[in-house]
């Protein structure tokens, strides 16, 4: 079965400072992953997927096959990137998600 | 409404009394999720329902633990003689079909006394 692992509970970086949010998963074939968000006091929400290959609000992540990772990186963290982040996966041909554990990040002034 | 709609938001009850929590998902969303989120952990996946397939209830953590949705609407998760351990935020979400985005509902918010 699939697994989902983020090895850091918790994240603490000054504002201004790179952030990289690990995730790594188990999978033979080709998943679809995710990362979700969590601000304080808002619902989940999706932030960015691997097939977009999109940038949003400063984030990036690749998928490494290789290595069976897919981490969350912001060059320059800022004090609103505070939440908790999950990571997902997806297999083809199934609608279930399997989150990591997340993280939760703050970002110090 | 526009999103995942979740009743209670908030619901107190004593050990051993029975609670149901109500998840209206998204019009159209074929796949529905429940998961469960303690207090400073990650989100537990509980059950999901896809159309009228067999629900996946791998997630469930006990028989006290059901959940009932009626083709694709209103989905139900009902806890049988709550223990204190059940406190946490239950979440559900919808998912459209292809999108690959799960739209969560604010959730439920459990404390057992």
């Known amino acids: 079965a699939q697994r989902v692992t983020q090895p850091e509970k918790l994240l603490s970086v000054f504002k201004g400072a790179p952030v990289e949010l690990k995730c790594n998963y188990s999978y033979s074939g080709s998943p679809e992953l995710f990362w979700y968000v969590q601000y304080s006091r808002q619902r989940l929400q999706l932030l960015l997927r691997h097939i977009s290959r999109e940038s949003i609000k400063g984030f990036t992540a690749d998928l490494n096959k290789g290595e069976t990772s897919f981490h969350l990186k912001k060059p320059f963290a800022q004090e609103e990137d505070s939440a908790m982040y999950y990571c997902?996966?997806?297999?083809?041909?199934?609608?279930?998600?399997?989150f990591g554990a997340g993280t939760t990040v703050t970002v110090r002034a | 409404g526009a999103g995942v709609s979740q009743s209670p938001s908030n619901k107190v009850t004593e050990k051993g009394k029975d609670v149901e929590l109500r998840c209206d998902p998204i019009?159209?969303?074929?796949?529905l999720y429940w998961y469960r989120q303690r207090l400073g952990q990650g989100l537990e996946f509980l059950i999901y329902f896809q159309g009228n397939s067999a629900p996946d209830k791998s997630g469930l953590p006990s028989d006290r633990f059901s959940a009932e949705r009626t083709g694709e609407s209103v989905s139900t998760l009902t806890i049988q003689r709550t223990q204190q351990e059940d406190s946490a935020v239950y979440l559900c979400a919808s998912y459209g079909r292809g999108t690959g985005e799960l739209f969560f509902g604010e959730g439920s918010r459990l404390t057992v006394l």
């Open positions: 019009s159209g969303h074929t796949a």
């Open positions: 997902a996966l997806k297999v083809p041909n199934d609608y279930k998600l399997s």
